[in-house]
């Protein structure tokens, strides 16, 4: 819809709802059969297994840490609260979100498994390719 337009325009995609970076971690662990428990505070703040609750993370067990806060990647004019309004996009395009945030975790952990499996299966059979090829 943005790239139908006559003018081109800034739009902001959003569900409009904020949601916090812990709220999203519990989810992509759940979705993976992943219990988790949080311990310590702002920059000490870890998350560590409680449970693993089904095979799709084999490699994860009880008492590891998956999550650590590191402060090098805080914006160097850290806000305390981040929340898209897609006001614009809603009355110029009639744009609606189709999916909750809560939905769009779930795609992206199944992509990422999808990922990891077919890196796996490459692996296992002598093709040694990067994970990722971020730079």
């Known amino acids: ?17 904020q949601y916090s970076v812990r709220e999203f971690i519990t989810w992509a662990a759940e979705d993976l059969g992943i219990h988790l428990r949080f311990e310590g505070e702002g920059a000490g703040e870890t998350a560590v297994v409680e ?5 799709r993370a084999a490699a994860v067990t009880p008492g590891d ?13 850290e806000v305390e609260t981040l929340l898209g309004d897609p006001t614009k996009a809603r009355e110029a395009l009639g744009w609606q979100p189709e999916i909750t945030a809560r939905e769009m975790c779930t795609e992206m952990v199944e ?3 999808r990922s990891a499996r077919r890196h796996a299966l490459l692996k296992e ?11």
Do not use: C, K, N
């Open 65 to 77: 840490v998956i999550m650590r806060i590191d402060p090098r990647y805080f914006r160097p004019a």
């Open 125 to 135: 059979h002598g093709l040694e390719l990067p994970v990722s090829t971020e730079t």
């Open 51 to 55: 449970a693993v609750t089904s095979d």
């Open 1 to 17: 819809m943005m790239l139908q337009q006559e003018v081109p325009e800034d739009y902001v995609i959003a569900t409009g709802r």
């Open 111 to 113: 992509e990422d498994l």
